[in-house]
Nanobody, 122 residues
């Protein structure tokens, strides 16, 4: 069983930055991927970024160049640094871990955190 706990969300003005953190209860970095998803009200859960066991990274096109996913295996922690935030980035952000499968698809992930709210004001 893996428990994931996100933190770092909050209210920020457009153009600002936030760093989200996801702490895992056990070592997860040997798993296929750890990722961030987000879900805005009335919308489906959307892939944001992933980092694989080998360190390869993937990003949603709309956050590429503004966001960086990273991990610290000594702390069992994954991060998402988000810069130049826009109102359309407003959502609940979830971290998740997968044993395999397509990194872009929510159904590939078997453990999820409870989410952290990110609100970007104009």
């Amino acid at each position: 069983q893996v428990q994931l706990v996100e933190s770092g969300g909050g209210l920020v003005q457009a153009g600002g930055s936030l760093r989200l953190s996801c702490v895992a209860s056990v070592r997860t970095f040997s798993r296929s991927a750890m990722s961030w998803f987000r879900q805005a009200p009335g919308k489906e859960r959307e892939f944001v970024a992933a980092i694989t066991w080998s360190g390869r990274t993937y990003y949603l096109d709309s956050v590429k160049g503004r966001s960086t996913i990273s991990r610290d295996s000594t702390k069992n922690t994954m991060y998402l640094q988000m810069n130049s935030l826009k109102s359309e980035d407003t959502a609940v952000y979830y971290c998740a871990t997968a044993a395999g499968g397509d990194v872009y698809t929510p159904s590939s992930y078997d453990y999820w955190g409870q989410g952290t709210q990110v609100t970007v004001s104009q």
